[in-house]
């Protein structure tokens, strides 16, 4: 077959910094980068966000989480994104640590990859030492809401 082209945006520059996520006023800063580079008419097709964007109060990386401290309006942030037709890349980790707000509900609900022959640690409910988890690629575990 033939090679397919990827989209057009993807083949632009793509913005990612930590020190943006990491630093405390997270959104503020993400907004001002964005502004900026259209007052210096940098052609920004996408940002990746790094994980500060989802730390918690002690630093810890939670996916699928927003620090509402950082980042208090995340719709608003993407909304600026998508009106100067930038595409934020969320980081994401292919891990859950055991201290995530969600981790009982999916260990629970049987989403982490298990031990082969045995049933998971995380399963049975007992954290397991490494302190994280990892998410399997199956359609339960992509389909997961907390809502």
Same mark, same amino acid.
């Given at each position: 077959? *033939?090679?397919?082209?990827?989209?057009?945006?993807?083949?632009?520059?793509?913005?990612?910094?930590?020190?943006?996520?990491?630093?405390?006023?997270?959104?503020?800063?993400? *907004?001002?980068?964005?502004?900026? !580079?259209?007052?210096?008419?940098?052609?920004?097709?996408?940002?990746?966000?790094?994980?500060?964007?989802?730390?918690?109060?002690?630093?810890?990386?939670?996916? @699928?989480? %927003?620090?509402?401290?950082?980042?208090?309006?995340?719709?608003?942030?993407?909304?600026?994104?998508?009106?100067?037709?930038?595409?934020?890349?969320?980081?994401?980790?292919?891990?859950?640590?055991?201290?995530?707000? *969600?981790?009982?509900? !999916?260990?629970?609900?049987?989403?982490?990859?298990?031990?082969?022959?045995?049933?998971?640690?995380?399963?049975?409910?007992?954290?397991?030492?490494?302190?994280?988890? @990892? %998410?399997?690629?199956?359609?339960?575990?992509?389909?997961?809401?907390? *809502?």
């Amino acid at each position: 077959g *033939e090679t397919l082209l990827p989209p057009r945006w993807s083949l632009g520059y793509s913005g990612s910094t930590m020190a943006f996520t990491d630093a405390p006023d997270a959104q503020r800063q993400l *907004e001002a980068f964005l502004a900026e !580079c259209a007052a210096r008419q940098v052609p920004l097709s996408s940002f990746q966000l790094s994980s500060g964007y989802s730390s918690s109060a002690a630093g810890r990386r939670h996916v @699928f989480t %927003w620090n509402s401290g950082k980042v208090p309006d995340p719709d608003r942030l993407a909304a600026a994104y998508a009106a100067a037709g930038v595409r934020l890349a969320a980081n994401i980790k292919p891990c859950l640590l055991v201290d995530h707000p *969600e981790y009982a509900a !999916c260990a629970a609900a049987a989403l982490f990859v298990g031990a082969s022959g045995a049933a998971s640690a995380a399963a049975a409910g007992a954290p397991p030492s490494s302190g994280a988890v @990892f %998410w399997p690629s199956t359609p339960s575990a992509a389909a997961y809401s907390p *809502e």
